[in-house]
């Protein structure tokens, strides 16, 4: 079941045909490379060798009662947890405090998935990827700056004038009175309808989708990948967000929490535990949901586009996730299956030209259009269950 390394290709890099774009990925790219190596060698290996051992334990726990109550209740139980502790971390008020234990709530709860997919996982083959975890350790450290430099062009933009501008109006509209748990997952479903059109832009126009083509090129899904973007959509998406932003204006306690609460549900849409999700995925957009998106098929993949809640795609009729049927594991980017892996190598290849030719197997016709991709279906590969 287990794949080569090079299949993972956690390392694959911008083809050789491809030669200024490669020049520009092995000169400019060294020092992101040499930081992929070391946090490979730091990082990545040692820990190797404690995950295959839980590895064993994963399959004692195979068919036991604790596993299937496990299943049932790490999701419910997160999110429970993510609430709880998001109030009280803003109890009494805002302080660096609090933005320290936002910043570690998130990294806890990621830590907590990582054995946890080690001892029950969806997919085998999916947990490990060659070096893929340095590439996405870089990747998270890289969109937490992207996102900060966002926030610097909001701002150059005069959006945040905007918003501020608007804020009593929205304050107005905002149902301050409402339980405060009911207003953040209100705030959080209106903040997702402007994700739904923004991911589905993502998809459906051609310009677009090379940016997002970043997120799409991963191989396998587990709890650190799910954040891997293109700083380009990560600041394009910043924009696009201050319209929410100007429309309604919670508290800043209930958009502290509702951060919380997105990045605790974020992290089971790329989580590789097999859980018993039941009609938690017609809710949020997690598990199976997710996995389907991830398809090589453009024509399965090009659905459940929900951030956090799912509910837009089943108004909007994008929902895909048939009650017989269990997510195969063979993702990727069906027409794409050369793209590069690198970090270097992902951020330059929204700018390159011929992708159709230069990201696929060198044995596919050059003239072959890019939506007749090989399906899924035919190479895939059930997960381990
Ligand atoms: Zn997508
Ligand atoms: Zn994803």
């Not at 998270?140 to 909001?154: D, N, T």
């Not at 608007?166 to 405060?180: C, Q, R, S, T, V």
């Not at 126009?205 to 940016?211: D, S, T």
């Not at 837009?312 to 048939?322: A, E, K, S, V």
Request: glycine letters at 6%; hydrophobic letters at 45%.
């Amino acid at each position: 079941m287990a794949r080569s390394e090079q299949q993972h290709s956690g390392n694959r890099r911008i083809p050789k045909q491809a030669r200024v774009a490669r020049f520009i990925e092995t000169w400019l790219g060294a020092p992101l490379h040499a930081l992929e190596v070391i946090l490979n060698w730091i990082l990545v290996k040692p820990t190797r060798w404690f995950w295959r051992h839980l590895d064993r334990l994963s399959y004692k726990l195979e068919g036991t009662l604790l596993r299937k109550i496990l299943s049932h209740t790490v999701f419910p139980f997160t999110i429970l947890l993510a609430l709880f502790l998001g109030f009280k971390l803003v109890e009494n008020g805002i302080s660096s405090l609090t933005v320290l234990g936002f910043a570690l709530i998130p990294i806890v709860f990621g830590l907590y998935c990582a054995p946890l997919e080690r001892l029950m996982p969806y997919s085998r083959k999916w947990l490990e990827g060659g070096n893929d975890t340095a590439v996405d350790t870089i990747m998270y450290v890289s969109g937490a700056f992207w996102s900060g430099i966002s926030g610097l062009i909001v701002s150059a933009l005069f959006i945040v004038g905007m918003v501020e501008a608007l804020e009593p109006y929205g304050h107005d509209l905002w149902p301050n009175h409402w339980n405060p748990i009911v207003q953040v997952f209100l705030f959080i479903l209106i903040k997702d309808f402007f994700r739904y059109w923004f991911h589905r832009a993502l998809h459906e126009i051609p310009a677009l989708w090379r940016i997002h083509a970043a997120h799409h090129s991963v191989e396998r899904l587990y709890w650190l990948n799910g954040i891997r973007a293109h700083p380009l959509e990560i600041i394009s998406q910043a924009l696009w967000y201050a319209i929410p932003l100007a429309l309604v204006q919670p508290s800043a306690e209930i958009a502290l929490v509702a951060v919380i609460m997105q990045l605790s549900i974020g992290i089971f849409q790329h989580s590789n535990i097999d859980l018993e999700l039941g009609w938690w995925e017609y809710v949020f957009s997690i598990g199976d949901n997710h996995r389907y998106h991830h398809y090589p098929d453009k024509g399965i993949g090009d659905s459940n586009y929900g951030g956090e809640f799912i509910i837009w795609d089943i108004l909007f009729g994008t929902f895909h996730n048939p009650r017989d049927e269990r997510p195969h594991d063979n993702i990727g980017i069906g027409t794409a299956p050369e793209y590069p892996m690198t970090v270097a190598g992902l951020y330059i290849a929204p700018f390159m030209p011929n992708q159709k030719d230069v990201f696929r197997t060198p044995s596919a016709s050059s003239n072959d259009e890019i939506a007749d991709a090989p399906n899924a279906s035919e190479t895939s590969l059930q997960p381990a269950e």
